[in-house]
């Protein structure tokens, strides 16, 4: 187990793989195949949620604690505020779960390309171990934005670059 799982008291049982709990690739949860309608309770969940150095998701509480599957990123980023220009622009995301994150050096974007197709799968980290897949509103709008900076074309916040491009 990974330092997100230190504060458990005892090893994964077989109980642990019982949690149905599945974050679709568009942010939504579900529970035995149904979505979870209360925003709430997500939000909830959310806050219990870690990834360990296996890259396994799981729900931690005090009392229990249960894997879960994650089909992308636990997270969507639903909207991004423009601010400033240049090397001092600041791009501010929300989720799907009103998480507010700045990008920068804590907060990094990110863009991973799918082998066969090339298609992009833009992210931001939102805390240790835990991403936000931009939705492509949201990439379209970085993509709108990007400079060009030592060849590569992406995006400045907090005085970090963030290509948008492969290598």
Sequence with gaps: MGAA???????PTAADEAYDIRIGRDGTWYYHGSPIRRLPLVKL???VLRRDVAGDYWLITPAERGRIT???APFVAVAVDVAGQGEDQVLTFRTNLDAVREAGPEHPIRVAF???TGEPSPYIRISEGLDALLSRPVFYELA???????GR???WSHRTF??????
């Design 144 to 150: 709108g934005i990007a400079v060009s900076h030592d």
């Design 45 to 47: 969940f959310a806050t």
């Design 153 to 155: 074309m992406g995006v």
């Design 5 to 11: 799982l230190a504060g458990a008291r005892r090893g």
């Design 114 to 116: 799918a082998a066969g």
């Design 162 to 167: 963030f290509p948008l491009d492969q290598a």
């Design 70 to 72: 994650v089909d992308d």
